[in-house]
């Protein structure tokens, strides 16, 4: 498998936990979004939304978006489960990805922040804040739900990394690199310490990308 | 089951759409996302994201985001599938859905559009432009896939609606909302014709339920 990748995209670091949790190796197509190379014709051909992370099968037929690769990934290679067994609990951590999939990551991605300072001409201090606004109250949300929910363990759901835990990671780390103040989020900053102690996710990490700079 | 709901609410009109093609009756509680009643104390009991939709299941448990609630209803109610049953299809419909879900949809919610306002003070036309920037980007993506992809049909993946559609109809009507020309993408167009004139999508349709204004 190929993947087209940049060591600083959430969405493709999610893959490379799930690929690097289920063992499995692939080569890394890095694709620069600094320099704006998700708008190169070539690219374009791959992926039509122009973003990365794209999955490329051994025969040629290429998969989108993070959430849909990784459970393709999860149904084809089954061993560990990237899902509990149950639908309750499917449904659970189904939602506690999408909470950052679907309501904290896309308002914060990097052409969303250009649209803000380049057409909208808002300050720096203006774009820090947007920002840090839709992590806090993403953030709010899921740790209400994770300190409160009875199914919560080490990780997101249980004591085994899954889908909510590769969603949550990468947010964190981004969180991080714009200095979201997390005192107030205990259960997510212990989930992220326990996740990112784990070998997979290191594997995965941006800083051990052959693109990270 | 409840389905906490409002009309306009495009996520609330997914699960709405998913619920009538399975023929499964729900009580619909109302939450008026207009008047800010997403804020009520009441309802942040019951969904600390202040988000509709939240599906109560008859034991009193809740479910949250919409695209976890339908794959929920899809695994514990099977028939009519929303789903492909081959994983590569599954993966196309899940992508086609988040594309959607993922990528237009959450950028032009209601309180990022009421934050530009509010707190950036953008006008009205900025507001405007903003909306209909992220619907063009995502429609030209998907209409480029759908057009160009051999497992497209009358629907989005094949001839039975599913999972894609139950996202792009409701997004589609968003945009129509807000005057986005939709002239360059005949092949949205076209299955959102047809997926209207079934009757679970015009069950589910905003105009049609009961707190519609």
Wanted: aromatic letters at 8%; a neutral charge.
């Amino acid at each position: 498998m190929k993947l087209y990748n940049y060591f600083r995209s959430s969405a493709a670091y999610r893959v490379r936990i799930a690929l690097a949790l289920k063992g499995l190796p692939y080569d890394y197509l890095s694709v620069h979004l600094g320099k704006g190379r998700q708008y190169d014709a070539d690219f374009g051909a791959v992926s039509p939304q122009n973003l990365v992370p794209v999955l490329e099968l051994d025969d040629g037929q290429r998969l989108v978006q993070s959430l849909a690769i990784i459970e393709y990934l999860d149904e084809t290679r089954p061993q560990p489960a990237l899902l509990p067994s149950d639908p309750i609990g499917r449904a659970r951590v189904r939602s506690l990805a999408q909470s950052i999939a679907c309501e904290i990551h896309p308002i914060n991605n990097l052409r969303v922040l250009n649209y803000l300072t380049k057409t909208l001409g808002v300050s720096d201090d203006q774009r820090l804040a947007w920002y840090r606004h839709w992590v806090l109250t993403g953030f709010q949300a899921l740790e209400a739900r994770l300190a409160g929910e009875s199914r919560t363990g080490t990780c997101c759901h249980g004591d085994e990394p899954g889908l909510a835990d590769i969603c949550l990671v990468p947010q964190v780390a981004n969180a991080r690199r714009f200095a979201v103040d997390l005192d107030a989020f205990p259960t997510i900053v212990r989930i992220d310490a326990h996740c990112r102690s784990l070998l997979a996710f290191q594997q995965a990490a941006p800083e051990n990308q052959p693109d990270s700079e």
